[in-house]
């Protein structure tokens, strides 16, 4: 019993410190991209900040818990999560290609997460050392070039 406690609060902080990292940046970035593209909302709002307490979500930081400690009585294993909503006016937007910036500033977030998967995935990698990396050791092994042959 006192074991089952000790693990979730691992959980707990694992999730609350990926949660604190992963919320903020993807917000500021967001921003960043909203003013780079010609719409200062998100800025004027004071959301082009990496302070967290500025992007953090209670019921999107609930949902994250409740799709950890419940995901046997989902029917899917996601884990669901998000911050504060960073207001985004597209009419602020004009000139030369108003329609292509208006659709880059809508999929900062997305990049910014793909961002951090790669990011996240490399330092793993660079940690742990990619020959840990499922099918790599056999494949060197046996001197093959594609995991079909192995």
């Not at 921003?31 to 593209?37: D, G, I, P």
């Not at 900040?49 to 949902?63: D, E, K, M």
Request: aromatic residues 14%; hydrophobic residues 55%.
């Amino acid at each position: 019993m006192r074991l089952d406690i000790i693990s979730g609060l691992q959980i707990l902080i694992v999730a609350f410190i990926s949660y604190i990292i992963t919320i903020p940046f993807a917000g500021w970035f967001e921003s960043l991209v909203a003013k780079k593209v010609g719409d200062d909302a998100p800025e004027q709002s004071g959301f082009l900040t990496l302070n967290p307490l500025y992007h953090f979500n209670v019921f999107g930081f609930a949902a994250v818990l409740w799709g950890i400690f419940f995901a046997k009585l989902l029917p899917f294993q996601l884990i669901p999560g998000w911050g504060r909503y960073i207001p985004l006016v597209p009419d602020n937007i004009h000139g030369e290609h108003a329609k292509v910036r208006i659709f880059i500033e809508y999929v900062g977030r997305s990049f910014a997460h793909l961002i951090l998967l790669v990011s996240s995935a490399t330092a793993m990698m660079l940690l742990c050392g990619a020959m840990h990396v499922h099918g790599i050791v056999p494949m060197i092994s046996s001197g093959t070039s594609s995991f079909k042959e192995v």
